[in-house]
Every structure is written in structure tokens, then in C-alpha cells.
């Protein structure tokens, strides 16, 4: 089945992933607690979803307030980094397109 129509914008405004020119294969969503930090303040989270075709979003799933952020989140393949965020629950949109 192929999606089309999402896009997705940076700060500055700029798209990031557009599907109106690309396919997507799979959306996946999950709902991850932020496992504790290690000694460089990055708490590591295993993500076998996430391949080398992935894009990932990440949003906080309890926003109680404006003022709560987002932790620095980076993606690699098979995994996810969190810079001091542990215990913060949240949402992962992984897409994978063709």
C-alpha cells in the first residue's frame, strides 16, 4: 500500500520529507519510555524498526505544558539516542519509504 501527501517541515520551515514525490512503505508508531542515562547523558533505545530507508519523528506524549520540551533525539539504524531525557515518555513515528 503506498501513502502519499505527508510532509514534514524543520524550525526554519524548510521540508524535510516529502511523500507527494516519494513512496512510503510502512508507518510505524510506537510509545517509548526513556531508559537512564549512561555516563555521556545519551540514553540508547534499540529500534530493529528503524532501517537505513527510515525517517523518524519523534513528539512527547504527555505535553503538559508549553513550556516542556524535547529532549535531543538522533536516529541511527536499529536505534535511537536521547540526550538527557531519561525517563520521558514518547511517541516515535518511524516511516519507511522507497
Known sequence: MAYYGARTRNAQGGVTLDTSVMTIRSIVTKQVTVPPVTSDFTSFIS????TSTSFVCVTLANQTNEEQTLPSVFW?????????GAGVLLNVFILTYQ
Open 47 to 50: 529500534m530493529p524498526e528503524i
Open 76 to 84: 541511527s539504524t536499529g536505534q535511537l539516542r536521547v540526550r538527557r
